[in-house]
């Protein structure tokens, strides 16, 4: 049976946190935009949009004309959207206040127009990541701040659509996580991944090992245990440098990625609410896990919109181990922590 994105979503509608008419169109703003990308992306490199503007976003990084494309068609669609109130975006300083006061305006929409755009020029997998908030009980309407510095466990919807080898885009309302691929020859999105489960087991671990002599020890010593076979299976290695492709393989596949804070990005190098918080929605509605490698992310309470989050999911047993490995580590620096202060203690 064929089912459009449209029509799951409005099967979700008992699912749905908030005016669930509201949502459901809000969601369709998704549709209309990533069409639009997903067009511009296909012709990247032949229609002049290829390449970097001269100037750089907020994150102090070359904006390639995607981006900013990607950036106004979102902004555009959701702008149009009566029920929401506030949008934010990787590319934006601040966040975008809407209507006012208008009680219409219930909906704080999160997202990165696209995750990877180092990528662009290679032609290799990007996405754009999306999470949506209902405004908070007590927000002040004229601080779009309070809508959307919220944990991620608030999310009433998120999700991502990843331009690979055809363009699929997975969301979940907190019933499941469920995937839709663009069929180009009717333009609609169809059902083709029904309440994705994430393995329990998978065969990928996923991190940037160029910044190996930078990782914590315990990511280091996980890192090793993955690659001796030491945790009952031999793993391979599979880096692409877009965090969307890198997961959804993830989620189909199982496995592990993740991103530790190093030396040059000591609070970690991914967004909080723009990469980590909408991943690890999905990760944990489809079984698996996601933490900072000490905590959840979902319960981590933001202070600033572009605030960086070290960022591991994975299938259940990978990240049971990894939080093994990390338990260890703690529990030997508190020993050698406690003989110091004896030592220190004992000197007098
Ligand atoms: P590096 C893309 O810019 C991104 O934010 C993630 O999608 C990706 O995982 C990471 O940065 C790659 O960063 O420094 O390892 O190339």
């Not at 459901?24 to 229609?47: D, M």
């Not at 669609?77 to 990787?90: D, H, K, L, P, T």
């Not at 999310?155 to 309302?173: E, K, N, P, R, W």
Request: proline letters at 3%; one cysteine or more; glycine letters at 10%.
């Amino acid at each position: 049976m064929v089912i459009s994105f449209q029509q799951h979503i409005v099967q979700e509608q008992n699912h749905l946190l908030g005016s669930s008419v509201e949502l459901q169109w809000l969601l369709s703003g998704i549709i209309l935009a990533s069409k639009l990308i997903q067009s511009q992306v296909r012709r990247a490199g032949l229609v002049d949009i290829l390449g970097a503007l001269e100037n750089t976003n907020v994150q102090g990084e070359i904006q390639q004309k995607l981006d900013v494309y990607a950036n106004e068609t979102l902004i555009t669609c959701f702008r149009q959207r009566a029920s929401v109130g506030v949008i934010a975006s990787e590319e934006n300083e601040h966040p975008i206040l809407l209507r006012r006061g208008s009680s219409d305006a219930q909906y704080a929409i999160i997202f990165d127009p696209l995750d990877g755009s180092s990528n662009i020029d290679v032609a290799v997998t990007i996405g754009t990541t999306f999470s949506i908030f209902c405004r908070p009980e007590n927000a002040d309407a004229d601080d779009p701040l309070q809508w959307v510095l919220q944990p991620g466990s608030k999310q009433v919807a998120a999700g991502y659509v990843i331009y690979g080898s055809s363009t699929v885009l997975v969301y979940s309302v907190g019933n499941g996580v469920h995937g839709f691929t663009l069929d180009p020859s009717i333009g609609t999105y169809i059902l083709t991944h029904e309440n994705i489960r994430m393995p329990e087991q998978g065969g990928y671990y996923s991190i940037n090992e160029s910044y190996v002599a930078k990782f914590p020890g315990h990511y280091v010593e996980y890192i090793n245990k993955l690659k001796s076979g030491a945790l009952g299976k031999s793993y391979s290695s599979r880096f692409i440098g877009s965090m969307v492709a890198d997961f959804h393989r993830t989620l189909l596949r199982g496995g592990i990625f993740l991103y530790p804070a190093t030396g040059d990005f000591p609070e970690g190098r991914l967004r909080l609410l723009y990469e980590a918080n909408p991943i690890a929605f999905l990760a944990e509605q489809a079984g698996g896990a996601a933490t900072n490698g000490e905590r959840r992310i979902l319960d981590i309470e933001p202070t600033h919109l572009h605030q960086r989050s070290s960022f591991v999911v994975g299938g259940k047993f990978e990240m049971e181990e990894f939080e093994r490995c990390a338990r260890e580590a703690r529990e030997k620096d508190d020993i050698l922590t406690n003989q110091k202060r004896s030592r220190v203690e004992y000197t007098g």
